[in-house]
């Protein structure tokens, strides 16, 4: 039971293009055999462990499964004030608990807290990142507007206003 774990998630994000700004759960496969995800159930609460139930997917081993909430049958949304998430199996037992941050314009993943590098569906590594940039179609996609800026990307000792767009190479660290 204790091979699926959650690795990312992101809640309702108005100011990225990523997946529709909807909030998602990405979970893991880290076993060695293929499991039933609808066997298993994920809250916001330990003392509720069948508040959401998983959808009819199979994981295979090293596979990611990315839920998007109120679209996959997944009825949970996640505060961008941020929670603990817990993941269930069937028979009630605890397999995985995250305590989820403030979100308000980041996505969280396991390995790195908060990021503004999404990687859902991929490894959370820049390479999966990378991968998921790649996956998403090619149209011209502001991301990022900076007025007032005071931080960011110096040109000549001064600080101009910024608009980035998706395959801006600033974006890409």
Same mark, same amino acid.
């Given at each position: ?15 990225? !293009? ?7 759960i990405?979970v893991?496969n880290? @076993?060695e ?21 998983m ?6 081993p @090293? ?10 049958l997944l009825?949970m949304r996640?505060?961008k ?5 817990f ?14 941050p ?5 996505? !969280?993943q396991r390995?790195?807290?908060?990021t503004?590098q ?5 490894a ?12 998403v179609?090619?149209t ?9 800026n005071?931080k960011?990307?110096p040109?000549n ?6 608009i980035l767009?998706?395959?801006?190479? !600033?974006?890409h660290?």
């Open positions: 039971n204790d091979q699926i774990i959650i690795t990312e998630a992101q809640s309702n994000n108005d100011t990225d !293009w990523t997946l529709g700004f909807h909030d998602y990405e893991y880290g @076993g055999t293929t499991v039933k995800l609808s066997q298993y159930f994920l809250s916001r609460s330990q003392s509720e462990p069948f508040a959401c139930h959808p009819a997917v199979e994981l295979a @090293g596979e990611y499964a990315l839920l998007i909430c109120d679209i996959d009825d996640l505060p004030e941020g929670s603990e998430l993941l269930f199996y069937r028979d009630g037992t605890e397999c995985d608990a995250v305590d989820l403030a979100m308000e314009n980041n996505v !969280w390995e790195y807290g908060l503004m999404p990687s859902p569906g991929y959370n590594t820049e390479a999966g990142a990378s991968a998921y940039r790649a996956s179609p090619h011209l996609a502001i991301t990022e507007v900076v007025s007032s005071s960011l990307l040109l000792g001064e600080y101009n206003d910024l767009q998706r395959d801006s190479p !600033w974006l660290h």
